[in-house]
T-cell receptor, first 111, second 111 residues
């Protein structure tokens, strides 16, 4: 069966510090991968998606970047965090039309 | 662009039936999905409608009317554990299963 992992689960970082969040998928090959951000009490905003190794599409201009160094690994990064980067970051992969499966998420607080 | 509208909050009592509506605007429609998210957790897939009509999965049903750009999620025999946020989503016209999510409906189930 397929599983998706994210780490860390929670993170508290100072403004201006770098960020690296990791997502890995097991039990499937060549998945489409997605990074979302969710502000408290709000919906999900798509940040990046990837259809293959090294292929990244950005949805909104922002302080973040993404990379896909391996087929089942998706990384979200920032060189300098802003207060507005706080939120719940979710990685997802798709398994069919209009169906996505989400990882457990990383709750990021920037102070 | 594409957008979805759903009520922000719904309240119901245990054992009751509740309907969460979703209206959408999209240039190309591929289907309407529903996701459930408990506080602090990740969204989980509930249902997907590509064709008009009612899809039933246990206590949950989802309905779609493409001519009205409208769908709903019906929850029957409500239980306390159904208290969560519910999101409708449509696929972005850009493809690759990119989903556009509504802002979510927070359902509170009371004894």
């Amino acid at each position: 069966s397929q599983t998706i992992h994210q780490w860390p689960a929670t993170l508290v970082q100072p403004v201006g510090s770098p960020l690296s969040l990791e997502c890995t998928v097991e039990g499937t090959s060549n998945p489409n991968l997605y990074w979302y951000r969710q502000a408290a009490g709000r919906g999900l905003q798509l940040l990046f998606y990837s259809v293959g190794i090294g292929q990244i599409s950005s949805e909104v201009p922002q302080n973040l970047s993404a990379s896909r160094p391996q087929d089942r690994q998706f990384i979200l990064s920032s060189k300098k965090l802003l207060l507005s980067d706080s939120g719940f970051y979710l990685c997802a992969w798709d398994r069919g039309p209009d169906t996505q499966y989400f990882g457990p998420g990383t709750r990021l607080t920037v102070l | 662009g594409q957008s979805l509208e759903q009520p922000s909050e719904v309240t119901a009592v245990e054992g009751a039936i509740v309907q969460i509506n979703c209206t959408y605007q999209t240039s190309g429609f591929y289907g309407l999905s529903w996701y459930q998210q408990h506080d602090g957790g990740a969204p989980t897939f509930l249902s997907y409608n590509a064709l008009d009509g009612l899809e039933e999965t246990g206590r949950f049903s989802s309905f779609l009317s493409r001519s009205d750009s409208y769908g709903y999620l019906l929850l029957q025999e409500l239980q306390m554990k159904d208290s969560a946020s519910y999101f409708c989503a449509v696929r972005d016209r850009g493809g690759y299963n990119k989903l556009i999510f509504g802002a979510g409906t927070r359902l509170a189930v009371h004894p």
